[in-house]
Nanobody, 124 residues
Framework: QVQLVESGGGLVQPGGSLRLSCAAS????????MGWYRQAPGKERELVAA???????KYADSVKGRFSISGDNAKNTMYLQMNSLKPEDTAVYYC??????????????????WGQGTQVTVSS
């Protein structure tokens, strides 16, 4: 089982940027995909973004155009660049490793391994 360690969270003002990192103990694509989830207080955990070993990506509608997911195989590290942050982006962000698959023409991502999470707070 791969270990996933997130870093880069913190407090940022609305409109600001943060970059989250996820360091994996093994290859980041040892399954075939990685992703970021988040959970805000009182809300269900949701998929923010995912990337597969071929470089395909998917994003939640709420972060499209603001967030960018990427991976560095050589460093076994995945990133989430978050720009134009909003108070509603406040949440604990989790790094995951999982499987990307297609069904009925849609791309799907199922997480299997989880990191401990890193807090992102967007507030003035």
């Amino acid at each position: 089982q791969v270990q996933l360690v997130e870093s880069g969270g913190g407090l940022v003002q609305p409109g600001g940027s943060l970059r989250l990192s996820c360091a994996a103990s093994g290859s980041i694509f040892s399954l075939n995909a990685m992703g970021w989830y988040r959970q805000a207080p009182g809300k269900e955990r949701e998929l923010v973004a995912a990337i597969n070993s071929g470089g395909s990506t998917k994003y939640a509608d709420s972060v499209k155009g603001r967030f960018s997911i990427s991976g560095d195989n050589a460093k076994n590290t995945m990133y989430l660049q978050m720009n134009s942050l909003k108070p509603e982006d406040t949440a604990v962000y989790y790094c995951t490793r999982g499987l990307w698959y297609s069904m009925l023409g849609a791309s799907n991502y199922d997480p299997y391994d989880w990191g401990q999470g890193t807090q992102v707070t967007v507030s003035s």
